[in-house]
């Protein structure tokens, strides 16, 4: 049964990304006061774009054709590995958290050299951001998960979650309320959302993501929104999770414990997706200069969190 986790886990996540990138859009809209496009645009984006031409920048190499590729491969293997609708999966001896960092960062670099390689200002500026942003989240990542696995005396994302579940109480913890500000800080920035980065402009000037992708056209366009909306789909996944496990399913689960756990995970991972965009409604983009600043808190708030659950463990034992 863990290879039908893995297979609902990645089945899932593919579908459903672009529906919460489409939540995300509708929720916003509303709350502007406009009708929207729907949840179902992002599919039909997708699918315009893979009718496409396939175009290719004069002076690129290989490393802007495989860079699409490399982030939707890193990210379908976080995905697999992930404790998404069942604490077990088939990848689950690798699937700890120093495997997902390493992952998310991978893909992150693919594509910053894919704008590096097309040569252009745009692409390197936009490249040059997202490194920076990088550097300052993935550590932030590694530590405030670090928090969460004190109590678990285990690094594997599932053995965190499944104590998590088998002790509720931890989640009302001081080291989970600071470990959890700085995720949602994180995952703001790695995700490109506002108040670091407006995923709906094009203004040369701001654009971070954007900007390392101006020059891809047709499928690879797909492929390179469509695996940044599976990044989003995952984080907030595992967000949920490693926060509110209740639901997933356990190690070796029933086929009715993966349809348990699938809803459950689908309606945690729409709400987080509606308070996000909601939250975007009333908040500013951060001038560039204090994007670190922000970035830099998360990290003290992930220190403070590993500090709190070293005093409270070795308080308990």
Do not use: C
């Not at 919460?20 to 039909?44: F, S």
């Not at 500026?125 to 670090?146: C, Y």
């Not at 390179?224 to 989003?232: K, N």
């Not at 789909?233 to 639901?247: E, H, R, S």
Request: proline fraction near 5%; hydrophobic fraction near 60%; avoid cysteine.
């Amino acid at each position: 049964m863990t290879y039908l986790a893995g297979f609902v886990q990645v089945a899932g996540v593919i579908a459903g990304a672009p529906l919460v990138i489409g939540l995300m859009r509708q929720v916003r809209a509303r709350a502007e006061g406009r009708t929207g496009a729907g949840i179902w645009q992002p599919w039909r984006d997708i699918r315009k774009l893979l009718g496409k031409q396939n175009l290719k920048p004069l002076g690129t190499t290989w490393v802007f054709a495989a860079a699409p590729a490399a982030l939707a491969a890193t990210t379908l293997v976080i995905v697999a590995t992930a404790p998404l609708v069942a604490t077990g999966s088939p990848l689950d001896p690798i699937a700890d958290l120093i495997t997902v960092v390493g992952l998310l960062f991978l893909g992150t670099v693919a594509l910053t050299l894919a704008g590096i390689d097309t040569a252009t200002a745009f692409g390197g500026m936009g490249a040059s951001r997202e490194i920076t942003i990088a550097a300052l989240v993935e550590p932030t990542i590694l530590v405030a998960v670090f928090a969460l696995s004190i109590p678990a005396n285990s690094a594997n994302l599932g053995a965190i979650v499944g104590n998590t579940s088998a002790h509720p109480g931890q989640v009302i913890s001081l080291a989970s309320a600071l470990a959890f500000v700085a995720l949602v800080i994180v995952i703001v920035a790695e995700t490109g959302r506002l108040p670091v980065d407006n995923p709906s402009t094009h203004l040369e000037l701001t654009m971070v993501h954007e900007a390392m992708v101006l020059e891809y056209a047709g499928p690879k366009l797909a492929m390179v929104e469509w695996a940044s909306g599976m990044r989003l789909t995952v984080l907030l996944a595992l967000l949920a999770n490693l926060f509110f496990p209740w639901g997933i399913a356990g190690a070796d689960p029933s086929a009715l414990d993966l349809i348990v756990g699938a809803g459950a995970i689908a309606l945690k991972v729409a709400a987080l997706a509606a308070v996000m965009a909601a939250v975007e409604v009333f908040l500013a983009k951060l001038r560039l200069f204090r994007v670190p600043e922000l970035l830099a808190g998360s990290f003290v708030l992930a220190l403070l969190a590993v500090t709190a659950a070293n005093f409270f463990t070795g308080a308990a034992g």
